[in-house]
């Protein structure tokens, strides 16, 4: 078995999981766009080591999911239109699939299927399992942005929710545009004015790690009006 073929196998253990649950396939992602989240399912399947006159390859398998939410100013989030998943690095959210079948992988992150993939139906029944009950109670937690708003006011114990990247904005800068979108004006501008202030060090300014500074200033400035601050 080639690893496209390893791969259709998980396409189709996963189908009606997915399918179940509003997702739709393309490519090697399934993904699913709400009003306030757009959330994808990538799986990887990488081949060990290369097949040789006496032995047969072995593969590992990564599952990744991810949620962008819709609120935060992307101009890369603002060009997608329905018919294409983001990718990975553009998700705000995101988190590795587990496995537990006793696999000998240090972090737990793969699956592999061994030679002659004599234990393929054993990872199969896993990576479903994974899906059902990690994936998809995942996947609801972050459906409710007052529940994601909650998680953003811990965010050291809930780093397996948060993808840390400069590009996709600070803690700050996330809870303030779901907090705004929440219609909550008040926390909005204090998570903002905190966004101003981390990127008012000219290190930063120098490193030009902010494309939107100049949107956060005009929104912290309408806020102010709007709730009458000076």
């Not at 101009?75 to 537990?100: Q, V, Y």
């Not at 994936?135 to 998680?151: C, K, R, Y």
């Amino acid at each position: 078995m080639d690893g496209n073929a390893l791969g259709r196998k998980i396409n189709c253990v996963i189908a009606p999981i997915m399918k179940a649950n509003g997702f739709i396939r393309k490519g090697s992602k399934w993904w699913k766009r709400t009003e306030t989240v757009t959330f994808f399912v990538g799986r990887k399947v990488i081949q060990t080591y290369p097949p040789s006159i006496d032995r047969t390859p072995s593969y590992s398998i990564a599952v990744h999911l991810a949620a962008c939410l819709r609120c935060i100013p992307s101009k890369r989030i603002r060009a997608w239109d329905e018919f294409l998943p983001p990718n990975e690095g553009d998700c705000h959210m995101s988190k590795t699939l587990r496995n537990t079948a006793g696999q000998p992988d240090e972090y737990g992150y793969e699956w592999t299927v061994g030679e002659a993939s004599t234990n393929l139906e054993e990872v199969l029944i896993d990576v479903e399992k994974a899906i059902s009950t990690v994936a998809i109670p995942w996947f609801e937690q972050l459906s409710d942005l007052e529940n994601v708003f909650a998680m953003m006011q811990e965010w050291d114990a809930r780093r397996d929710f948060y993808n840390w990247s400069l590009n996709l904005g600070t803690p700050q800068y996330l809870a303030g545009y779901v907090a705004l979108e929440l219609g909550k004006k008040s926390m909005a501008l204090d998570y903002l004015e905190r966004e101003i202030e981390f990127y008012g060090d000219p290190f930063w300014k120098t490193m030009n790690r902010n494309p939107t500074d100049s949107d956060v200033i005009a929104d912290v400035e309408r806020l102010k009006q709007e709730l009458g601050h000076s």
